[in-house]
């Protein structure tokens, strides 16, 4: 079944076209990785998925439903979660607070002022739990700010997945990380993400291959080709346009 | 959980026998002002300080909810209408709210430069309508009420000072309790996510905007609830009651007493009604010292008050709160000093008697050598207050330290 499906999808940035007519069909319960040289528009491609910015013509759907030019709590509120490729948390709130508010409205409370949350013990205790998934736990009480930057990924990616939402968009959750923090970081996505549907860009190759089902190589604004890994690796118009470079590179 | 209630029964507490502490005429007075002030600068941090809206005339609130109530405290005069004066506050609030749905449905939308500048505009607009709309406003001279007029309250009928000082202390416990527990709620808590993050907050499913709205209103209800503590206690209300002066002295209340505390805007309150009320009786420049208090809070003391006090909580967590004492006074004293002589020259200068008292000297402002000692005096303890900040440093640091070592 399909659960996220782009059609045609452009955008343009005054009159320079960033995404340059996408589809794309992501599978319910698929683990999808997006990947593409520096300014290809991946980015830009969850922006408009995740309503941050609004395309500029064709459709997305999220169930079916077009959520496309939708505001992002709207969309959210239809269980499609992401993590920014910048950290984008709330600094001056402690790391409880942080994932506890990325809880809130799944948990249905809205906009309710009558709630006491010191008593919400069960949305309480899924924050807890949410803490230990991503390992801090110890650091709770600490102001979001002060965490280190891998602590911060590591909340970022917590913010994301806390709500439960049944799609999620990392937008290159390791970059920055150390080999082994990274190794821990994807073992993380990997659980939090069982079951639910997962659209990760990324750079590093072998967590790539390691992690996805299936891989879009994004190319200036366009797909290049959508397949398995191994298909992927062995596409020649991929190694010419992406992964010979890369591989060159590294 | 116990400790919690223990602060709400500790402030009901006080709340109860300061007015046995202060039991003149004057003591009373300032007492009502301090409460109305209190819950006016809890209000205002509801925007700013948790949900980092910037307003410039969050008097319009507490004005329009103040006039509403002397309009009701003339209703029951006439007996339009019948019910007891202890419900005026509830009326401000109630006529502070609808403001506050009304204008807060589209200065709301963003915040930063765009609320605040939104927030000036309706408050010029708002202030400037007093003297359109006379009926309401009443024109330059305001309107008048009078709060003995309602059915008696056990007896009471508000003749005194003293008896407006209880209702008075009641709403504030209300309204402080309920502010605080705003801050617990689910609306409450993503004010604070949307005033760190706006855009982050509308990725986990609210509208930074509506989140904005419904702080925007709880604080125009509790503005009210303020002016109409201020129209039973004063009975009238004018043009300035809502303009942009007051706004100004609601954000110094709550910026110098610290946004990022609950307590902050209550010692901000506290502090700046007796600055009001007693300096005022002792110089002109008053606002002058006020000014320079809030330049050098905003320099040294960027969390405010509160937030100065609480820098003490490490020490104070490692018991070394002590070994602090006699540096602050080695540092505290000459800079107090300092302070004094620098106020006595200002106002030396500004004086226009013959004789002016300084530090209990009577000098001639007019002979140059009158000048000699204060300035000396401003100069030396200038001078033993710099020489001191080294020691007070190093103790500082020793007192913090030294407590994460015996953790
Ligand atoms: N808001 C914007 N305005 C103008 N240009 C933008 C904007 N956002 C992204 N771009 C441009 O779009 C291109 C794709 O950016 P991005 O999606 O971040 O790439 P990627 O994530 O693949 O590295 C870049 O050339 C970038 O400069
Ligand atoms: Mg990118």
Redesign the interface.
């Known amino acids: 079944m399909t659960i996220l499906s782009l059609q045609q999808v452009t955008k343009k940035f005054g009159a320079t076209p960033i995404i340059r007519g996408v589809d794309l069909d992501i599978q319910a319960g698929e683990k999808h990785a997006i990947i593409g040289p520096n300014g290809a528009g991946k980015s830009t491609l969850f922006h408009l998925i ?3 910015y609004s395309v500029t013509s064709g459709a997305i759907k999220l169930k079916g439903k077009p959520i496309h030019n939708r ?3 709207q969309i ?2 239809q269980g499609l ?2 993590s ?1 490729q910048v950290t ?6 402690n790391v409880f ?1 942080n994932v ?3 809880l ?3 948990s249905g ?10 008593k919400a013990t069960r949305l309480n205790d899924r924050t807890h739990a949410v803490l230990d998934q991503i390992g801090l736990s110890s650091r709770a009480h600490y102001p979001a700010a002060e965490l280190a930057y891998a602590q911060q990924r590591a909340l970022e990616l917590g ?1 994301a997945i ?2 439960g939402a049944d799609v999620i968009l990392l937008d290159e959750p390791v970059a920055g990380m150390s080999h082994s923090e990274a190794q821990s970081a994807v073992q993380l996505i990997r659980k939090v993400t069982e079951g639910k549907t997962l659209v990760m860009v990324e750079h590093d190759m072998n967590i790539v291959f390691d992690v996805a089902d299936r891989i879009s190589v994004l190319v200036y604004g366009q797909i290049l080709a959508t397949d398995t890994p191994l298909n992927i690796r062995n596409n020649p118009r991929v190694q010419e346009a992406y992964l010979g470079e890369e591989t060159a590179g590294a | 959980m116990l400790k919690k209630l223990s602060i709400w029964v500790v402030f009901l507490a006080i709340l109860l026998i300061l007015p046995l502490l202060f039991d003149s005429i004057m003591g009373i007075s300032i007492l009502n002002q301090m409460a109305i002030a209190i819950v006016i600068a809890l209000s205002y941090n509801m925007l700013l300080g948790q949900g980092g809206m910037l307003s410039f005339g969050h008097a319009v609130y507490f004005g329009l909810g103040g006039f509403m109530a002397v309009h009701a405290l003339v209703m029951i005069e006439f007996e339009t209408v019948t019910f007891s004066v202890t419900l005026i506050p509830m009326v401000g609030g109630l006529f502070g709210l609808v403001a506050a749905i009304f204008i807060g449905s589209f200065s709301t939308r963003k915040a930063g430069t765009v609320f605040a500048m939104i927030s000036l505009g309706m408050g010029e607009l708002i202030a400037a309508s007093s003297l359109i709309f006379v009926d309401f406003f009443g024109g330059e001279a305001g309107v008048i009420g009078d709060r003995t007029f309602g059915p008696p309250f056990f007896g009471v009928d508000f003749a005194q000072d003293v008896e407006v000082y209880y209702l008075a202390a009641f709403w504030v416990f209300i309204a402080t309790l309920f502010m605080y ?2 801050t ?7 004010a ?2 949307v ?3 706006p ?9 930074a905007r ?2 904005r709205f ?1 702080s925007f209103c ?1 604080a125009g209800l509790f503005a009210g609830i303020a002016g109409g503590l201020f129209a039973m206690n004063f009975e009238f209300l004018t043009e300035e009651n809502l303009n942009a002066a007051t706004s100004g002295r609601v954000l110094l209340m709550a910026y110098i007493g610290g946004l990022g505390y609950f307590v902050g805007p209550i010692i901000g309150a506290v502090v700046l009604t007796l600055m009001n009320s007693l300096l005022s009786n002792y110089t002109e420049l008053w606002m002058l010292y006020l000014g320079i208090m809030f330049v050098l809070t905003v320099m040294f003391l960027p969390r405010g008050f509160a937030g100065f006090i609480m820098l003490h909580q490490l020490a104070w967590h490692h018991g070394r709160l002590k070994t602090l004492a006699l540096p602050y006074l080695v540092t505290g004293v000459p800079a107090l000093l300092c302070a004094a002589s620098l106020i006595g020259l200002i106002e030396m200068s500004h004086t226009e008697a013959d004789i002016f008292h300084f530090l209990g000297l009577p000098l001639n402002p007019d002979q140059l050598v009158s000048w000699a000692l204060p300035v000396l005096l401003t100069l030396g303890a200038g001078y033993a207050t710099r020489s001191s900040l080294p020691q007070l440093r190093d103790a500082w640091h020793a007192a913090n330290t030294e407590g994460k070592r015996a953790k």
């Open positions: 995740s309503g941050r505001p992002p709590y959210a509120r979660a992401r920014f984008n948390i709330f600094p001056h709130m607070e506890r508010c990325a809130l409205w799944s409370y809205r906009y309710s002022f009558w709630h006491l949350l010191g913010i806390a709500g | 527990l705003f617990q709620t689910p609306a409450g808590r993503m604070n996510a005033r760190d993050n855009e982050r907050a509308e990725f986990i499913g609210y509208s509506r989140v419904i709880a």
